[in-house]
């Protein structure tokens, strides 16, 4: 039976975010008003399906996902990047008698966003144009941590139940 992370939890503790966002290439007036933020995160697990919202008074991030299942994920608002399979077209054109044009085309699915469990930790790999990136999350005592990683970047959130 792997832990439930459901509930509100606020952010307390907030390591090295700056150096997470400048690695995601967010611009300075963002990080400068992203650095001060409140984030609440409201999360729901119910089996398999988990919803994850990032709340703040700047910008809100959701994700709605099934664990151990792979999906497209845009990071609309934050970084804006598309972490989405990337598909290699085999495109192969060829000219019937008549004239006619015809095309073939094969697709290979690469590579998605996965979140799965590793014993009790939740650990999501996210792939796309930057390496190494993704996040893991649990629970020591009554506080949820939170690691946000990217390229040789690590910022590790802590936040604490909200009754
Ligand atoms: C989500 C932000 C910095 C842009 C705005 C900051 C708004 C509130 O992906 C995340 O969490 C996972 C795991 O819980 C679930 O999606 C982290 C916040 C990271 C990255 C980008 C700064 C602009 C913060 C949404």
């Known amino acids: 039976m ?3 992370f459901s509930g ?3 952010l307390e503790k907030n390591d090295n975010f ?14 400068k008003i992203a650095i001060h933020l409140s984030q609440t995160k409201v999360i729901i697990q119910d089996g398999d399906k988990l919803t994850i919202n990032t709340l703040s008074t700047f910008r809100n991030y959701e994700m ?11 990071t609309k608002g934050l970084d804006n990047r598309m972490l ?8 192969c054109s060829f000219y019937l008698w008549v ?3 015809a095309t073939s085309q094969s697709s290979v699915l690469i590579e998605q966003t996965l979140v799965s469990w590793q014993g009790d930790t939740l650990v999501c790999t ?3 144009e930057k390496a190494n990136r993704g996040w893991k999350h649990w629970i020591e005592g009554d506080k949820l941590h939170l690691e946000l990683y990217c390229e040789d970047v690590v910022c590790h959130q802590v936040f604490r139940r909200k009754q």
């Open 18 to 31: 700056e150096d997470y966002m400048k690695i995601l290439n967010i611009d300075l007036v963002t990080r």
């Open 84 to 91: 989405k399979r990337s598909i290699e077209v085999e495109k």
């Open 99 to 101: 004239g006619a044009r």
């Open 64 to 74: 709605s996902l099934t664990i151990g299942e792979e999906f497209d994920e845009y």
């Open 8 to 10: 509100t939890w606020v």
């Open 2 to 4: 792997p832990i439930d």
């Open 126 to 128: 996210q792939k796309g």
